[in-house]
Structure formats: C-alpha cells, structure tokens
C-alpha cells in the first residue's frame, strides 16, 4: 500500500512570491492535515481538509490557503512568503473524520520550503 | 484551553536503560492519544497510541499509560537501544476533535 505522498521534496523561493505544495493521501483516506515544521521546533496544525472541506485552521494568517479536490488529494497553497515561512511543510492522512473516530494520522515524509 | 505540555524537552540514556516521557493535556474532552517518533530528516512515524477507554498499552518495548483523571499520559521505553535515538511527539484532540495538538517533542538520545 503506497504512503502518503508529497511534492515537490524541495522548494526554493523568494521574498513575495507564492508556494504551491501538493499531497496524496492514503488510498482510502478521505481526512488531509497539513502541518508546518520549523528547523528545529514542534509540528504547528495548519488546515484539516475532509471530504473537500476544509473542517478546521490553526492560527495562521490567511495567506495560508489550501483546498481538496474529489479525489482526496489536496493542495497548500501560501502567498506573499516570507521569510519565515521557510519550514518543512508535513501532509498527514487519514480515515474519515480524524481524531473524532480515534483515527490516527499518517505523515508523508514533507515538503521543504526554503525563501531567499 | 488546548494545549498539551511535554516533558522533559531532551532526554539522554544509557543503552538498556529505560525511558519515560510525560504528556499533560487539557480538554478533558480528549480520549484518543498518539505517540510518534520523528528520526532526523524522516517523517513522524506513529509507534503507538491508546484510547480513554484502557489505561494502559503495551507493544514489545515500548507502553503508553493514560491517567484521565490528572489528564496526563506518558510513553515509556524499556531495554532502550541506539535506534530508539530520535525525537518523540505526543498528541491530543482538542476542540471538539476539530483540531490535533501536538506536544513540543522530547529528543531522546541512547547512549551505547
């Protein structure tokens, strides 16, 4: 069974510009979570996306948008980068509904996101 | 509130030696609890989880007891060993399960 898939591994960009991270999920898996990572730190819960809605955000501004599409894959999107959105964005999947079944959540292995 | 607290934020041990790690919640609400392992520059793997309904699980090496009442959990490595050497996240559900709480992670390092 294929993991949770995530693309590109790397991504450079600068100051201003816009990032577009994609994930697959699980086959199976209908619940997509997107996490930040910074160098060093814990994982910040970004989106909750479940049956291409998104359920839930964490504290993040709105330049931190994403969606899912019917086929349960989904996509980060962050505009106007800044510096300090140089992270590891992590995807995670998992069976419908999430935490509320007790679901847990599978990680792919992230997208690291570097701003010049 | 929702946060989840994580103790001690690095932890070194001798190889045989055991290892435990402490988790404080607090919705009282929570009652599914993850435990993963993150080894450096891999993805957070999950290694074991336990629901409200049982106090404690154990697989091979490693045990997850749950306390709901002082809302605390805790992973616990016996017989540790140098590929036990990473960083370990705990989690909870908060919010109405609307959204997952991670822990601030514990950088565990066997020493051989």
């Known amino acids: 069974e294929a993991g949770v898939t995530q693309s590109p591994t790397h991504l450079i960009k600068t100051r201003g510009q816009q990032a577009t991270l994609r994930c697959s999920p699980i086959?199976?898996?209908?619940?997509v979570y997107w996490y930040q990572q910074a160098l060093g730190l814990g994982l910040q819960f970004l989106l909750w996306y479940d049956e291409g809605e998104e359920r839930n955000r964490g504290n993040f501004p709105p330049r931190f948008s994403g969606r899912q599409f019917p086929n349960y894959s989904s996509e980060l999107n962050v505009n106007a980068l800044e510096l300090e959105d140089s992270a590891l964005y992590l995807c995670?999947?998992?069976?419908?509904?999430?935490?509320?079944?007790?679901?847990?959540?599978?990680f792919g292995d992230g997208t690291r996101l570097s701003i010049l | 509130g929702e946060n989840v607290e994580q103790h001690p934020s690095t932890l070194s041990v001798q190889e045989g030696d055991s290892a435990v790690i402490k988790c404080t919640y607090s919705d009282s609400a929570s009652n599914y609890f993850p435990w993963y392992k993150q080894e450096l520059g891999k993805r957070p793997q999950l290694i074991i989880d336990?629901?409200?309904?049982?106090g404690e699980k154990k697989d091979q090496r490693i045990a997850v007891t749950l306390n709901k009442t002082a809302k605390h959990f805790s992973l616990h490595i016996t017989e540790t060993q140098p590929e036990d050497s990473a960083v370990y996240f705990c989690a909870a559900p908060s919010g109405g399960y609307q959204k997952v709480t991670f822990g601030t992670g514990t950088k565990l390092q066997v020493i051989p």
């Open positions: 086959s199976g898996h209908t619940s």
């Open positions: 336990i629901r409200s309904n049982v």
């Open positions: 995670a999947s998992s069976l419908a509904l999430g935490w509320t079944g007790g679901q847990p959540q599978h």
